[in-house]
């Protein structure tokens, strides 16, 4: 039997996989003190989410800990390095929220195209701005994916039957998997910004990829296709920390950009009156792309499973740091 640490939260059918596999299960949150404090010691696992962190000095008073679990897809939240060399494997459930963060992509494209949340405002506010709310289609323009990995290839699939052209950036994919989804894939994300008028972030979170939108690319953004003025348009539901949000408001406030939706921030909460939220052509949701109830289940039965084979010393295939791969 092993003790596992449920700090962020999980669906109930993933903690009743954990206890019928004869596990012990604590839920509940732990304070980051407490984390230096050498919490963990009494653990041999820990699933988390995105709001434990687990740096290397946490990670080093956690004596007795083998197996960190990341209930989700983004493992940034947590040190790596660190766990492999302390003989910690890292496993994710990269699978089981796509369908949700596509979907929460699409809403978002289509909710700035069409002025969903400023109308919605305006009609709180008792004002009634039809003249002023045309919109655009997203048929017939260029979607670029900063990234092309399973989201991104839901979130084309859905594009292209809105009629949308893919383009992606992704240096590390394979030419033939972008041509077998009908994606013109770009060797430099220059050339995606200088092509595309919608651009979709859908990349992790790394030194490379910190800032990779910023002032100077959203300015080669051409603001139109076909002979229509659509404007520029950006959306993030992956990480916060790639899109330079300071950059994103400058860019809104002159009109560079014409409307962004994150989903993700490089804070998080957002401290308060933060700006970039309160410009009339932003809209954004608080890191809710994987909630949903059939994600949170599907998360949570991917992650107990691949925890429960951690701990019989297998090798789950949703194993992340490098240290246990070869």
Not at 40 to 59: C, G, N, Q, Y
Not at 160 to 166: Q, Y
Request: with cysteine; net charge neutral.
């Amino acid at each position: 039997m092993a003790r596992i640490a449920v700090t962020d939260g999980m669906d109930k059918s993933a903690i009743a996989i954990l206890e019928k596999a004869g596990h012990d299960v604590s839920i509940g949150y732990i304070e980051e003190d407490d984390l230096l404090n050498g919490a963990l010691k009494e653990f041999d696992a820990i699933i988390v989410r995105s709001a434990t962190k687990l740096p290397s000095d946490v990670i080093e008073v956690s004596q007795g800990l083998s197996v960190i679990g990341r209930a989700g897809v983004g493992v940034d939240n947590i040190d790596l390095e660190s766990a492999g060399n302390a003989g910690i494997m890292v496993v994710n459930a990269p699978n089981a929220s796509t369908q949700s963060v596509v979907e929460l992509t699409i809403g978002h494209l289509l909710s700035s195209l069409r002025h969903i949340p400023k109308s919605d405002r305006g009609m709180r506010d008792d004002k009634w701005e039809k003249k002023s709310m045309k919109g655009t289609e997203l048929s017939g323009k260029c979607l670029g994916l900063i990234g092309f990995g399973r989201i991104a290839q839901g979130v084309a699939l859905v594009a292209k039957s809105l009629g949308m052209e893919i383009h992606t950036y992704d240096p590390y994919l394979p030419p033939k998997v972008a041509k077998a989804q009908g994606a013109y894939l770009h060797k430099k994300v220059d050339s995606l910004f200088k092509t595309c008028t919608h651009i979709s972030i859908h990349c992790n979170l790394t030194e490379e990829t910190h800032h990779l939108v910023n002032a100077k690319r959203m300015s080669m953004m051409p603001g139109k296709k076909g002979g229509i003025q659509c404007g520029n348009h950006i959306v993030n539901c992956a990480r916060g920390g790639i899109i330079d949000e300071g950059a994103l408001l400058d860019a809104l406030e002159d009109g560079t950009i014409t409307s962004a939706a994150l989903d993700v921030f490089e804070i998080e909460p957002l401290p308060k009156g933060y700006k970039l939220v309160q410009h009339e052509n932003f809209h954004g949701t608080p890191h809710i792309g994987a909630a949903t109830l059939e994600a949170q289940r599907r998360v949570g039965i991917d992650i107990a499973n691949a925890v429960i084979m951690a701990l019989s010393g297998k090798k789950p295939e949703t194993l992340v740091n490098s240290k246990f791969l070869n």
